[in-house]
């Protein structure tokens, strides 16, 4: 009995990596048709600013609408994008995209777009930047680039050379997720950041964790001795957000203030107001 109940067991093993296997080719195959069929679309999640409570910036996050699957967020594609390399033209159509929808926006806010290791590896992305800052006549200094450390573990010239470049050509460049990987602090000395992002992690559950507290603000003294700005991810409660301020963070992102949404949300004044998830008199007020 216990010989054929391990058989089971192993029979279920295989049916599972079946599926996943399954799964994963159905995603490639699907992916490979993206772009001509006009599935990626990009949503945008306000940045604010913890003084004055106006929007600093936008993060422009990835979206695929799949005519079966519904709305498919970047963790379930981006993988199997960067292993066969679809995330280079992905990646491309992303730079383009953003700056052609927020160019149409009223304002003077800061664009953050996200870059993956092998984009940042790809021989033709500082070309790519400069066209469509040009194309949108965005000034370049409201274009940030989030990486992650994953991309400077790749210890690759092509990747210091084109960091390099997109400095050269003005825009700014941030560490996103800060403090969940192995060597965080090492990053910062290979390269110039402007910003740090304070990962999630330590804001969930800030209020009841004097370690996170503790950690929050090393982290934005530490940015602000290197000459670096701050902002703090996945902010959902208002008492994260005043312990965020009072611990010396700059700036905020999170649901409380607004959920990822079409760009549409925010292009013009009386839009971003109704967007963004005011209090009870529908007032936006995240002032001290
Ligand atoms: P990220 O750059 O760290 O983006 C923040 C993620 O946190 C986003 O997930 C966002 O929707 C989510 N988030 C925002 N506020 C909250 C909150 O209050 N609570 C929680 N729990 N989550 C919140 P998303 O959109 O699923 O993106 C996941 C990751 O995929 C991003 O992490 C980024 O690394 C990557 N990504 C997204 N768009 C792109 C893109 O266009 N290109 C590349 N290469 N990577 C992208
Ligand atoms: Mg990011
Ligand atoms: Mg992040
Ligand atoms: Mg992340």
Known sequence: AAKAKGRDTLALYDEELDRVARERRDIETDLREVLARDQLHLHYQPVIDLDSGEVAGYEALLRWYHPKRGIVTPDDFLEVAE?????????EWVIRQALAETGQ???????????????????????????????????????????????????????????????ELGTKVALDDFGIGYSSLSYLRRFPFDRIKIDKDFVEGIEASADNQAIVSSITRLADALGMAATAEGVETRAQLDLLRKLGCQEAQGYLICQPVPGENFATPAAVQAAMQGDASGILDYRK
């Open 83 to 91: 292993e066969t390399g679809m995330i280079v033209p992905i990646g």
């Open 105 to 167: 926006w009223e304002g003077n806010f800061r664009i953050a777009i996200n870059l993956s290791p092998t984009q940042v590896r790809s021989p033709h992305l500082a070309d790519v930047v400069a066209q469509a800052i040009h194309a949108h006549g965005i000034a370049p200094h409201r274009v940030e680039f989030e990486i992650t450390e994953h991309v400077l573990m790749q210890n690759s010239d092509l990747c210091e050379g084109n960091l390099a470049k997109l400095r």
